[in-house]
Antibody, heavy 114, light 108 residues
């Protein structure tokens, strides 16, 4: 069974940093692009970033460019999202998803507040 | 920028057919995907590449495409289908992914 498990969420002050992880199992991790998607409280889904199989090609939504960094470690079957200079509008549930977003984790909650 | 437009809400009675549309200029060139999300849960993929259904998804869920509009059809709606539904696609350069704003399906 394919499983994606996010971790690393929490409460952080504006301007702070947080690092999210996504542990993958039950799939050939290095065969897939991987994606981060977020959802603000009571709002819709928002694509955040994705990364290619080798980790060399990365795309970001404009609102996080220069602040967030997506990366992966294929040896550890893990996906990461380093979030710096966090803002209140970054608050929400962060999901990792496989490829064209056919499999999702349960999400981890990020709260940016003073 | 690439945008996908969905109606905010759709209401149907049990047993009827629900149709949820999603419009976007890039849809003639890029595949659309549909997700169902129930409160407190992660999204679940219902339809991929406009019309294909993953294993385990009931046959009452189907997708279609015409020009700049794709449609999710739920035939014989059941109470358990009450949820938020999102379409998703790539921009024309396949750089960004975008979600529609979501449609809340209410089963009367």
């Amino acid at each position: 069974e394919v499983q994606l498990v996010e971790s690393g969420g929490g409460l952080v002050q504006p301007g702070g940093s947080l690092s999210l992880s996504c542990a993958a199992s039950g799939l050939s991790f290095n065969n897939y692009w991987m994606t981060w998607v977020r959802q603000a409280p009571g709002k819709g889904l928002e694509w955040v970033a994705n990364i290619n199989r080798e980790g060399r090609v990365k795309h970001y939504i404009d609102s996080v460019k220069g602040r967030f960094t997506i990366s992966r470690d294929n040896a550890k079957n893990s996906l990461y999202l380093q979030m710096n200079s966090l803002r209140a509008e970054d608050t929400g549930v962060y999901y990792c998803a496989r490829g064209d977003m056919d499999v999702w984790g349960k999400g981890t909650t990020v709260t940016v507040s003073s | 920028s690439h945008e996908l437009t969905q109606p905010p809400s759709v209401s149907v009675s049990p047993g009827q057919t629900a149709r949820i549309t999603c419009s976007g200029d890039a849809l003639p060139k890029q595949y659309a995907y549909w997700y169902q999300q129930k409160p407190g849960q992660a999204p679940v993929l219902l339809i991929y590449e406009h019309t294909k259904r993953p294993s385990g998804i009931p046959e009452r869920f189907s997708g279609s495409s015409s020009g700049t509009t794709v449609t999710l059809t739920i035939s014989g709606v059941q109470a358990e289908d009450e949820a938020d539904y999102y379409c998703q696609s790539a921009d024309s350069s396949v750089t960004y992914r975008v979600f529609g704003g979501g449609t809340k399906l209410t089963v009367l």
